[in-house]
């Protein structure tokens, strides 16, 4: 069965998109953003993921805040509540006034997370099987998951992430329909692997290398599945599925360790 | 080792959380104890389970609960001890907190403190400096800061060890029924390695140790450096002397076993010549006692405490007949005790295990089973008691020690 959620994303133009600091493995000041091949790619998405079904919606960009452009971190979305954020680190907390006013006046209910926990959304929280499935460590609290659970009222399966170049869930794990899953294990520990094995029946296992592309961050709508570039192995896999892929360049956002699904929040999440 | 309360919750069965969180304890060199475990019923309800954390040493803990806190494994959060002035000497705070013979330990600036001298009954102090100690009621001088209620105070319960050895469950349990050669071996090679260990023992003796002709055997370990600290009163001291000055105990002779022509007073003359002579050390030098256990402790510069009691003749010049005072006096030998002998007392048994800690261990040997039991029913708990004759206990204990 596919997906349920998908159809819906938020996404926000890269205007004021660069590498303003070094908060992942990825980021190298000294390496220069080409602003106008980030529009390209950025538009390029939009027009995939739109073709493909899905209906994107857009939040403003704002001067200083150069990782707006990846929504999928801007928190978490269940039926009508949005969870904002709790960023680890200080360059990224301003964006949550911002994106916290895009859902309040889009008839979302905030639903706040407390002061002394980290979580970074969707960008760590992904549902699968009828649980949450969140990483920690580099981002995300281990604590957080269970005020997350609590909240929210929904079961979550913690994952550690021990990989700091995959340092969100989001990185390692993509959902594919109700049995399937693009899965990264070399991004967590011993424990996570097997807590996914049993979560998910039919996995599409990646090996490093194909992990290190970001094929795994990957945004699905219905059978159609979005990554900035297709390892042949995978393609073959998933077209064997039945799944169709769409190679959608995003090399820009790559310079600041962000893929496709990075720049997409899916609106459509229900679990409860 | 430093333990801490830490928690954890969460979805921590299906996450294997719980799993990894105890594999890092112990991959960390570090132990735990599972307090309790509540499981969520149902898919969305999370699970809790709450252990006690422990590491060789105060850092290795730091960093252990700091791998913890990685996976939401918390310290639980726990308040320091509530501290209130004593109003006046010896007399302590309404709310004040009674002690157990356990060790203990007393949160202070948001740090477990080992309490220094485990005693039952007592208040706990908390110096400017941050250290804790017991502090016996008329001792707690007006100022002195007392613990109050139950909050940032914890007990560690004692060990009990598996085993159907007696020795190894040190329970309250009476041994009236053990074969008493093995049990007698068993203290003898217990007080070998408390002794190897550096420990000191304590005997606390009663009348009955000159009556039933055991005391030459106790002389015998004290004049070879086995006994440390003694503890008697009245009674015992003086049937000593007399049994060495004059051949009877009570005026029965300690050879014959029959009373002695005009005997009953024997013990009355003995006294009052210690009496003339000033004290039992002034006796022994000028050569009035030549043998027994005062003089070998006299001899050996044991450390002895006579506590008196309402019924003694005399008393001799040593006793201390202010029982405050005497407790005092015995207190301050308590600490290096490791091994304790009750032997044939009832009384300066109990007033001795009310004063040691409980991990001293403690052998009451008395002929009367319900010695034993009052012992363990005022609180001394790890005395182990065995039932028999204490003239043929001491022989074989001498035997086994002095060969």
């Not at chain 1, 819906?8 to 390496?31: A, D, K, Q, T």
């Not at chain 2, 000497?89 to 949160?107: E, H, I, K, M």
């Not at chain 2, 010549?273 to 050996?300: H, N, P, T």
Request: glycine share 10%.
């Amino acid at each position: 069965m596919r997906l349920d959620w998908g159809r819906r994303y938020l996404m926000c133009p890269p205007e004021h998109f660069g590498v303003l600091y070094e908060i992942n493995p990825w980021m190298h000041r000294e390496v220069p953003v080409d602003l106008d091949r980030a529009r390209d790619e950025w538009e390029r998405l939009r027009a995939t993921v739109e073709s493909a079904g899905a209906h994107v919606e857009v939040l403003d960009p704002r001067p200083g805040l150069p990782d707006l452009v990846f929504t999928a971190n801007a928190g978490l979305v269940e039926g009508d509540r949005f969870v904002p954020s709790r960023f680890r680190h200080p360059q990224r907390q301003p964006e949550v006034a911002h994106d916290a006013a895009w859902f309040s006046s889009h008839g979302f209910v905030i639903t706040p997370l407390p002061e002394d926990v980290h979580h970074e959304g969707a960008g760590d929280a992904l549902p699968f099987g009828g649980v949450l499935l969140s990483g920690y460590r580099f981002r995300s609290d281990a604590a957080s998951h269970t005020v997350l659970s609590k909240l929210l009222g929904l079961p979550v399966r913690s994952l550690e992430l021990v990989d700091p170049r995959l340092y969100h869930l989001d990185l390692t794990f993509c959902p594919l329909d109700d049995r399937r899953a693009i899965v990264a294990p070399s991004g967590w520990d011993a424990y996570g692997r097997q807590v996914v094995e049993a979560l998910v029946p039919e996995p599409l296992v990646l090996d490093d290398d194909e992990a290190l592309s970001f094929c795994a961050n990957s945004v699905v709508v219905g059978t159609t599945v979005i990554m900035p570039v297709c390892p042949a192995r995978v393609g073959r896999l998933l077209e064997g599925w039945g799944f169709e892929v769409v190679e959608s360049p995003v090399d820009e956002f790559l310079k600041a360790g962000g893929g496709c699904r990075c720049l997409t929040l899916a609106l459509d999440v229900r679990l409860a | 080792m430093p333990v801490e309360l830490v928690e954890l919750e969460g979805h921590i069965i299906d996450s294997l959380i719980f799993a990894k969180v105890l594999d890092v304890i112990l991959a960390a060199g570090g132990d735990y104890r599972v307090v309790d475990v509540e499981i969520g019923k149902t898919n969305t309800d999370v699970s809790t389970a709450r252990l006690e954390v422990s590491a060789p040493d105060d850092a290795a803990l730091a960093s252990l609960l700091e791998a913890l806190q990685v996976h939401g494994a918390n310290r639980v959060t726990v308040v320091d001890a509530t501290l209130e002035p004593c109003a006046g000497d010896g007399v302590l705070p309404a709310a004040f907190y009674s002690t157990t013979n356990l060790p203990t330990q007393v949160r202070v600036g948001e740090r477990w403190v080992d309490v220094e001298n485990a005693e039952m009954d007592c208040a706990l102090v908390v110096d400017d400096d941050g250290r804790a100690h017991t502090v016996p009621m008329h001792r707690v001088r007006r100022g002195d800061r007392v613990v109050v209620g139950g909050d940032g105070v914890r007990v560690q319960a004692p060990e009990r060890p598996r085993g159907a050895n007696p020795f190894e469950f040190m329970a309250s349990e009476v041994s009236s029924e053990k074969p008493k050669g093995l049990l007698v071996a068993e203290v003898a090679a217990r007080i070998r390695r408390a002794r190897a260990g550096g420990g000191r023992l304590l005997a606390v003796t009663g009348p009955a140790v000159v009556h039933t002709g055991a005391a030459p055997d106790l002389a015998r370990l004290v004049r070879e450096g086995w006994v440390d600290v003694l503890f008697s009163g009245n009674g015992f001291a003086t049937h000593d002397i007399e049994s060495n000055v004059l051949g009877t105990s009570l005026g029965v002779s300690i050879r014959e076993g029959v009373p002695t022509e005009g005997g009953h007073a024997n013990h009355l003359r003995v006294i009052n010549e210690v009496r003339r002579r000033g004290s039992i050390a002034a006796a022994v030098e000028d050569g009035f006692v030549r043998g027994g256990v005062m003089y070998e402790c006299v001899k050996r510069r044991v450390p002895f405490v006579l506590g008196g009691s309402l019924r003694d003749d005399g008393p001799l010049p040593d006793v201390i007949t202010d029982v405050v005072a005497a407790a005092d006096a015995m207190r301050a030998l308590v600490p290096g005790v490791t091994v304790a002998l009750m032997l044939a007392s009832t009384l300066h048994a109990i007033a001795t295990g009310n004063l040691l800690p409980a991990g001293v261990e403690t052998y009451c040997v008395d002929i009367n089973q319900a010695v034993v039991t009052k012992l363990a029913d005022r609180g001394s708990h790890q005395a182990l008691g065995i039932v028999t004759d204490v003239g043929l206990f001491l022989r074989e204990l001498a035997a086994a020690l002095c060969p």
